[in-house]
């Protein structure tokens, strides 16, 4: 699987859009980018996936560059909720592989 | 809908007992089941995967072994726990179709090791 990497930290204003970057410039062509977060002592929460088009789904949007190397995750208008750590994985065919992340602060 | 049981949720255990912890998932048929360990402040690892019963695949060399003995069940376990074995346990469901599905985590069990 392809290595990702993540700002280990970012804030956020309550209400305005959290853009999470993630570089993956060693991914090969039939790898998936998927996003997931973890809030404290919870499990990995799936976000959003995908290969080449940006996506959109009711939690975020995802935003693939044409040469794959980088995306980024949008939050339209964050909450408290969302602070969270937030993992970008480029996925190979069964193991899911996550790095350290980002914590993203959401401030009232 | 598709839910993912995992039990018990924090356990506190002595250096040299046995262990296993127990993952089920519902509302799905012939899922794909996976074991990751998570240490402190870092990323997850994958330890089992599974892509039928009594298929067991090994991702690191280690102490723990898994077995799954019904189709919607994972076990991980251990015959003598040592102070490494400390962490996050999470287990994970994917459904077995062509193509990438995304995998859907459970909440995990904390295990201390004394």
């Known amino acids: 699987d392809a290595k990702t990497t993540q700002p280990p930290s970012m804030d956020c204003a309550e209400g305005r859009a959290a853009n999470l970057p993630c570089n993956h410039s060693t991914i090969s062509g039939n790898e998936y980018v998927y996003w997931y977060r973890q809030i404290h002592s919870q499990g990995p929460q799936y976000i959003i996936h995908g290969l080449k088009n940006n996506e959109t789904n009711e939690m975020a949007s995802l935003i693939i560059t044409e040469d794959r190397k980088s995306s980024t995750l949008i939050l339209p208008h964050a909450t408290l909720r969302d602070t969270a750590v937030y993992y970008c994985?480029?996925?190979?065919?069964?193991?899911?592989?996550f790095g350290t992340g980002t914590k993203l602060q959401v401030i009232p | 809908s598709q839910t993912i049981h995992q039990w018990p949720a924090t356990l506190v255990q002595p250096v040299g007992s046995p262990l296993s912890l127990e993952c089920t998932v519902e509302g799905t048929s012939n899922p794909n089941l996976y074991w990751y360990r998570q240490a402190a402040g870092r990323g997850l690892q994958l330890l089992f995967y599974?892509?039928?019963?009594?298929?067991i695949s090994s991702e690191v060399p280690q102490n723990l072994s898994a077995s799954r003995p019904q189709d919607r069940q994972f076990i991980l376990s251990s015959k003598k726990l040592l102070l490494s074995d400390s962490g996050f346990y999470l287990c994970a469901w994917s459904a077995r179709v062509r193509g990438q599905e995304p995998q859907h985590f459970g909440d995990g069990t904390r295990l201390s090791i004394l």
């Open positions: 599974s892509v039928g019963i009594g298929q």
């Open positions: 994985i480029v996925r190979g065919y069964q193991k899911v592989t």
